[in-house]
Nanobody, 116 residues
Framework: QAQLVQSGGGLVQPGGSLRLSCIGS????????MDWYRQAPGKEREWVAS????????TYANSVHGRFIVSRDNPKNTVYLQMNSLKPEDSAVYYC?????????WGQGTQVTVSS
C-alpha cells in the first residue's frame, strides 16, 4: 500500500525559508511524478509544484515560481519542497502527492505559517 509521510514546516517570518520533505513507501517511487499542493483556511486546495520522473523536469504555479524549488532524491524515496522568500499568503497546509495515471496518494499534510 502506497504511503507518503511528510516532515518539515512550522512558523517562519516573512522572507524566511523552510524545507518540506515527503518520503514514499509501498510503490516504485522513481516511476511516479510527484506534486505539492497547499490549502489555506477557507480556500480550495491548490497545486503548487510538480516534479516528473526526470528530476530536472519541474513545473510551478505562478504564485511560487522563482521562490520555491521542488526536487527529488530517488534512492531515498524522497521529494522536497524548498520554500524561499516566504510571504504571509504562503501560509497553508502543504500536501505531497504521488500522481499515477490511475489515481493519487496523499501525504498527511504539514502546516506552514508565515507571520511576524
Amino acid at each position: 500500500q502506497a504511503q507518503l509521510v511528510q516532515s518539515g514546516g512550522g512558523l517562519v517570518q516573512p522572507g524566511g525559508s523552510l524545507r518540506l520533505s515527503c518520503i514514499g513507501s509501498g510503490f516504485f517511487f522513481n516511476t511516479v511524478p510527484m506534486d505539492w499542493y497547499r490549502q489555506a483556511p477557507g480556500k480550495e486546495r491548490e497545486w503548487v509544484a510538480s516534479i516528473h520522473i526526470g528530476p530536472t523536469n519541474t513545473t510551478y504555479a505562478n504564485s511560487v515560481h522563482g521562490r520555491f524549488i521542488v526536487s527529488r532524491d530517488n534512492p531515498k524515496n524522497t521529494v522536497y519542497l524548498q520554500m524561499n522568500s516566504l510571504k504571509p499568503e504562503d501560509s497553508a497546509v502543504y500536501y505531497c502527492c504521488a500522481n499515477w495515471a490511475s489515481g493519487r496518494a496523499w501525504g498527511q499534510g504539514t502546516q506552514v505559517t508565515v507571520s511576524s
